[in-house]
């Protein structure tokens, strides 16, 4: 239990007594147990009269079955020393519900402009006082138990002590406290401290609670006591009897005393209280540190990481034959051509009898004219952080944009809460997935990657610097300080939930780290690739437009952002953040800052990533093998939250077709060309103040609305439809607005038959599915991969990185099979090198509406 804070001085005096006791143990309890032990506080006085009872009838009861005489009179001291209970959790226990997104409204309320890099996330959006499974376990409500232990005493005529007899030669007195005068000191909670090294870690005793017995001094000066003749005490401490009762006989007296040791069922504390941390500065002090006291650090995360990945970018080894052949594919698709206008507003599907999707134009050209009927009902919601290049690129598509109207058909806007996301209509998208804060947020992502780790191994999930999230992880990360100091590591601390670099600096101190806020303590890395002499890092782009199935686009081209100010590793140099942080919105300030003004040059502070892949694959770097650690990096880190994203989508959200999310990864190369990912965003960055922002992320803007599939929303009646049918020349019969039947969420029986087939336990073997699940397809596995052909042909600029032929290798870090995941990937690797043969199929059954047949809804639960 956690110690409870002492009234003031004024209202009560604080008495203590203190014994230990090991119930149904014979050996005397250690010493080092003297000064670590819980302690209860006793001030409540009106309950003497409970306790008294309870301890004469007990007493009687003691001296009956030991033919000993009993006096209730006796009792009389114990009048002073009173049990309270202490029902508070422990610290940083909270019960509250997860809450994965952050405060704000619904989705009709508007959002404040952030400028620059990342959009804020409200830092109440969670509780930073989870429960750490590690060190607390939840606590049960326990009757307490009384031991009664019979020894004889001696009571001087004066009252004042009390002679205990344990041994012929040994003999212990006992002070008894005088009512004050006035009231005492306050008692300090943190307990003292030896300069110069590092405190014994508290040890709890399993089922004795420790209560602390004061005289009249003050309560520090009988602290210090305490600790100095803590071992002469508890040598004249006998070991109670094994049944609860001492009977021992007291010099020149014969009258017994029934003593009351409070006992109860063990129950986990937690390791540390704030206040246990107030004086460790000199955690930093390395003069007397014994390495016995900590523990290692051996296994960081990053041991296991390092040698896969650099295994991984460095497939080949570095070739300064012909460097260019391995960036051949990424610089081919040249940014000159990824700007272009579509012909027609209206984009056909692969398939017959599926709507045709809209088409976006780029942000400098207005595109095709559009019909005023559909002209009408292609409504966007316009909120105050909308990009400019969206707004740019929906006005030159033909989108009417709206701020008052709750019958959109899209917005890009900040994250819901979850529950909002049950407002949405089955027609409308917005650009976020509810639950997406669990690798959003860094506490979240660090906590499922950790979980990964846990679950397969620091090879395949250690990608992340050691991170501690504090205050739950401050008890571990105080035990390795000492080792991490001998080593002179660096930390970088951040918010767990800001964006733009807010909060954000490098220390190598433990008096630098905040012990009661929540954030994140990050190991810095210290070796980082350098160019020109300045650190920098990576923004990659991915885009998720379904999470079960699970689909991920990667943009191939993004953003690298570098410092400043020239790197140095000297530790007088960790406050300026223009050398250890990258972020725009820091450096943009900086007096050293250089705007890049060419697209394709490699000078300035901010380059396209396609410009330095250039730049390495010109001195021997294989990109195509660093290109592919990303990829895995990427895939990794939204597999480690896809079981909690999937499980709040299938909770708040009725249609498929609802939403999509664009993350932002930092990711950073150390000096060996290893990847290391920083954090994730949910909102990145796609404001445009420079010609290369813009010449990144409008086709990057484009790129996301063209494979969300945006359908025209189904506001038209039949007669439009076929007169807009013609003038785009469709084949008759097409149904030209959004259909319903593409994106229910519930089964037949044969197809949950069919599911639960193939997703079974004892199908572990991709063997066993990898031909059977394509051998009779059922209407909702045709929907699955209608979406899935149609998505892949319109994603250009971006890359499908999952599902491929090669990522059937990913799907074992799924918490649980997913059967839509082991359809895509049999169809992958059955038509990834025959596609036309694949969609050939698919056509067959489109033809014969097979993709129309749906069950029967089920009934809508009342709530």
């Known amino acids: 239990e956690r110690p409870t804070r002492l009234p003031s001085a004024d209202q009560h005096y604080e008495h203590y007594f203190s014994y230990f006791y090991n119930r149904g143990s014979k050996e005397q309890l250690p010493k080092k147990h003297s000064q670590h032990t819980s302690r209860t506080v006793c001030n409540y006085k009106p309950q003497m009269s409970l306790f008294h009872d309870a301890s004469s009838k007990r007493s009687s009861n003691a001296s009956r ?335 009417r944009m709206l701020k008052k109207t709750n019958d959109w058909m899209g917005v890009w806007g900040k994250h819901l809460k979850s529950p909002c996301f049950k407002t949405i209509r089955s027609y409308q998208k917005i650009n976020h997935l509810p639950g997406s804060f669990r690798i959003g947020r860094k506490d979240s992502c660090w906590k499922n990657l950790q979980r990964q780790m846990k679950k397969h191994s620091n090879r395949e999930f250690g990608f992340m610097p050691r991170t501690y999230v504090i205050p739950n992880d401050l008890s571990a990360l105080r035990k390795r300080w000492p080792k991490y100091a001998q080593r002179n590591t660096k930390w970088i601390i951040k918010p767990p939930a800001s964006a733009r670099g807010a909060g954000i600096r490098v220390v190598n101190r433990w008096a630098q780290i905040p012990k009661r806020r929540p954030l994140i303590v990050q190991k810095y890395i210290e070796r980082p690739l350098l160019i020109n002499g300045s650190k920098f890092d990576l923004r990659l782009y991915v885009l998720v437009t379904s999470v079960n199935p699970l689909r ?101 959200v009725e249609s498929k077709y609802s939403c999509f999310e664009l993350f932002g990864f930092d990711v950073i190369l150390d000096s060996d060309l290893v990847p290391w990912l920083l954090e994730v965003n949910i909102s990145p960055s796609l404001h445009s103040e420079l010609p290369l922002d813009a010449h990144v992320k409008a086709p990057l803007v484009q790129g996301v609305l063209n494979t969300a599939l945006y359908n025209v929303p189904p506001k038209l009646t039949q007669e439009k439809q076929k007169e807009l049918a013609e003038d785009f020349s469709f084949p008759p019969g097409t149904q030209m607005c959004y259909d319903k039947r593409l994106y229910i969420n519930y089964l037949s029986r044969d197809e949950k038959v069919k599911h639960n087939n193939f997703t079974r336990k004892s199908m572990e073997n991709r063997e066993d599915y990898i031909n059977a699940i394509l051998q009779k397809l059922t209407p909702d596995d045709v929907r699955c991969l209608i979406v899935a052909e149609d998505e892949l042909a319109r994603c250009a600029p971006l890359e499908r990185i999952f599902p491929t032929d090669q990522t059937h290798k990913y799907l074992k870090y799924n918490d649980t099979p997913r059967y839509y995941n082991r359809l895509l990937d049999a169809w992958e690797s059955r038509y990834a090198n025959n596609r036309t043969e694949g969609i050939a199929l698919l056509r067959d059954y489109c033809q014969a509406k097979y993709h129309l047949q749906v069950p029967v809804p089920p009934a809508k639960k009342v709530s």
């Not at 523990?295 to 960081?300: A, E, G, L, R």
């Not at 579509?342 to 017959?352: D, I, T």
């Not at 406050?575 to 000078?603: G, P």
């Open 552 to 652: 991920v686009f990667m943009y191939h081209n993004g953003l690298a952002r570098f410092a400043s100010v020239k790197y140095s590793a000297k530790t007088d140099t960790l406050n300026d953040r223009c050398m250890h942080l990258t972020n725009y919105s820091i450096n943009k300030f900086s007096s050293n800052y250089s705007k890049n003004e060419d697209v394709n040059a490699c000078h300035g502070h901010k380059w396209t990533i396609k410009s330095l892949w250039t730049y390495l694959a010109n001195r021997g770097v294989r990109t195509d093998g660093l290109w592919e650690a990303l990829r895995s990096l990427v895939l990794r880190t939204i597999l480690a939250g896809e079981n909690g994203i999937n499980s709040m989508i299938r909770a708040n």
């Open 65 to 399: 079955r030991n033919n000993m005489p009993n006096d209730n009179n006796q009792n009389v001291e114990y009048d002073s020393y009173i049990l309270k209970e202490n029902n508070e959790l422990p610290f940083g226990y909270n019960d509250s519900n997860w809450n994965d997104s952050p405060e704000n409204e619904c989705s009709d309320k508007l959002i404040s402009k952030v400028n620059d890099d990342d959009y804020n996330i409200n830092s109440g959006l969670y509780d930073s006082k989870e429960i750490d499974d590690e060190q607390f376990d939840p606590i049960t409500i326990t009757h307490r138990r009384f031991v009664q232990h019979s020894e004889v005493n001696e009571l001087n005529k004066s009252g004042e002590t009390l002679t205990v007899n344990n041994n012929p030669t040994q003999t212990k007195k006992i002070h008894k406290i005088p009512e004050p005068s006035q009231p005492a000191p306050r008692l300090p909670l943190t307990p003292k401290r030896i300069r110069g090294g590092q405190t014994p870690a508290k040890k709890i005793l399993p089922t004795v609670h420790r209560v602390l017995l004061y005289n009249s001094q003050s309560p520090r000066l009988a602290r210090k006591h305490q600790y100095q003749m803590g071992n002469s005490r508890t040598q004249n401490v006998k070991p109670p009897h094994p049944k609860g009762q001492s009977n021992v006989q007291a010099q020149g007296a014969g009258d017994t005393v029934t003593k009351y040791i409070l006992d109860e069922p063990e129950v986990k504390v937690p390791e540390y209280h704030d206040a246990d941390f107030d004086n460790d500065d000199d955690l930093d002090n390395l003069s007397n540190f014994d390495e016995s006291d900590t523990v290692s650090v051996s296994s960081d995360t990053e041991d296991g990481y390092r040698a896969h990945a650099y295994k991984m970018a460095h497939s080949g080894d570095r070739l300064s034959s012909s460097p260019k052949n391995s960036t051949m594919l990424l610089l081919s698709q040249s940014s000159d051509e990824d700007l272009r206008n579509p012909k027609s507003v209206l984009a056909p599907s692969l398939f017959p009898y599926v709507p045709p999707y809209l088409s976006f134009s780029t942000n400098t050209q207005k595109g095709p004219d559009v019909p005023p009927d559909l002209h009408k009902v292609l409504k966007w919601r316009v909120t105050n952080i909308m990009p400019k290049v969206v707004r740019l690129i929906l006005a030159n598509s033909g989108m």
